[in-house]
């Protein structure tokens, strides 16, 4: 194999697939990049099996080949190379060199035939989506689902395709998140889990580039597969019935207020200060007469935060673990947002002031008697 490109383009690509490669891994050649030259297109590609990544540069070639490289040194190398153009050639030890101006490097590679088949998505159905609004759904849901693997299937996000909409849920049993994006297609009609963690990789890689681009998501039984310009991510769907999160919500309130987003967040930040985790992060809210007071106390002292608000129905006082409101206050950019409640044990929901793009549901926190 042998090619030449520019620094800046190498380190790029080299960096997204990057971000599939696991340092769990106990299979060391997954620790490495897949290189393969064809004329003058290099693929790139990176798994830890659940994740695959590829994506392609054109480069110049003169002598086609493939093998694969350990992913941290060779990025390492190629980020802190200057802005100038790379050759990279590989011998018949299986080394490959690489040239930068006045920097000469070596690296031991693997065979590339030994990399394991990471397949391909046998197409059911695919669909188009505008890349910004599909990440701000995941930005939306993932936070909410559980990071406990032995939880099963709510580590994953729910992904429900129907007719000209897209509904993602995500939950962990105490919270909830709902949201929602209009289709301009119906190409997909199916539900699907895919995990949250891996979503929000999906998310940052693709908001990477600039733009109001769009990507065509597939499906087949097993896997899900984004196509976004000369990129291709394929991630493996849990596997198993999500649960029935309809059911749950409430359908009636008996108090509501409406506030600042920007406001409320600044004097919870402030007041969590106060919590502590081994209390549940506990902060109570007071809603009555056009404000809600936000109270916390530890050994360390106290602190009582007001925050003016439209207020409606009965007053109420209800605890919450403060970094569950503070995650669904930077989720959302909303100059101002509805709180839904209707008792001190029962369920809070927050959603816009107008339509149905967010839903969130919260468990409070029983507030111990003095």
Do not use: W
Not at 4 to 12: G, V
Not at 235 to 243: E, P, Q, S, V
């Amino acid at each position: 194999m042998k090619f030449s490109c520019s620094q800046l383009s190498l380190s790029k690509a080299v960096n997204t697939v990057s971000k599939a490669i696991s340092s769990r891994t106990t299979i060391p050649i997954l620790k490495g990049i897949l290189f393969e030259l064809n004329g003058n297109t290099l693929k790139l590609t990176s798994s830890n099996l659940d994740l695959t990544i590829e994506t392609t540069i054109e480069v110049q070639g003169t002598e086609d080949g493939r093998l694969i490289v350990d992913s941290k040194l060779f990025s390492e190398i190629v980020r802190r190379l200057p802005n100038s153009m790379v050759s990279l050639s590989s011998d018949e030890n299986g080394s490959l060199k690489l040239q930068c101006l006045g920097s000469d490097y070596s690296f031991v590679c693997f065979p590339a035939d030994e990399y394991p088949s990471t397949g391909t998505v046998e197409e059911i159905a695919s669909i188009s989506l505008v890349k910004k609004e599909f990440c701000e759904l995941i930005k939306r849901t993932s936070f909410a689902a559980s990071i406990d693997e032995k939880k099963g299937i709510i580590i994953g996000c729910l992904m429900d395709f129907s007719p000209y909409k897209l509904e993602m849920v995500a939950l962990d049993g105490f919270r909830m998140s709902i949201a929602s994006m209009e289709l301009e297609e119906a190409g997909i009609e199916a539900k699907i889990v895919i995990p949250a963690r891996m979503l929000a990789d999906i998310s940052k890689l693709l908001s990477e580039s600039d733009g109001d681009e769009k990507l065509v998501l597939s499906i087949d039984e097993k896997k899900m597969q984004i196509v976004c310009d000369d990129t291709v991510i394929i991630a493996r769907m849990l596997i198993g019935d999500f649960i029935n999160y309809k059911g749950i919500i409430p359908k009636e309130h008996k108090t509501r207020f409406i506030a600042s987003r920007s406001e409320l967040q600044g004097s919870l930040e402030r007041a969590s200060l106060f919590a502590k985790e081994g209390q549940n992060n506990l902060i109570k809210f007071t809603v009555a007469d056009g404000r809600v007071q936000i109270s916390s106390r530890s050994e360390e002292g106290n602190v009582n935060e007001q925050v003016l608000c439209e207020t409606e129905g009965e007053g109420l006082t209800i605890g919450f673990n403060s970094k569950y409101i503070i995650e669904v206050l930077k989720a959302v950019d909303d100059e101002e947002i509805v709180f839904d409640l209707i008792d001190s044990t029962s369920c809070c929901l927050v959603k816009p002031t107008e339509g149905d793009r967010y839903l969130f549901f919260i468990l409070p926190v029983r507030i111990m008697s003095a």
